[in-house]
């Protein structure tokens, strides 16, 4: 049963985990694991995130992302994904 509460503490968690993904003063470790947790968010908000890190300093931390985001099969993500990998992307 999802009450309240536990929406708030999801949504602060998910708020968390992108904040850690985008803060290129953290350790890239920490940076990869909140790919690999955000990913299983699954709302705009990650989505978004994911976006902009596709833009980061680190390639390898961008390419996850990218491939975070395909593997969400959200349509939403392909224009992105197609000004990064200057390709065209469908869904079958």
Known sequence: MTTY??????????DFLCGLL????QPILERFRAVGVSSLCGSPG?????????RDNSSILGH???KKLGRMQDSDAIPALQAVL??????Y
């Not at 929406?7 to 602060?12: G, Y």
């Not at 200057?86 to 869904?91: E, K, L, T, V």
């Open 22 to 25: 985008l803060d290129e003063n």
């Open 5 to 14: 509460k536990s929406k708030i503490v999801e949504e602060a968690s998910k």
């Open 64 to 66: 996850e992302a990218a």
């Open 86 to 91: 200057g390709c065209r992307i469908s869904w």
């Open 46 to 54: 990650v989505l978004d995130t994911f976006v902009k890190a596709m």
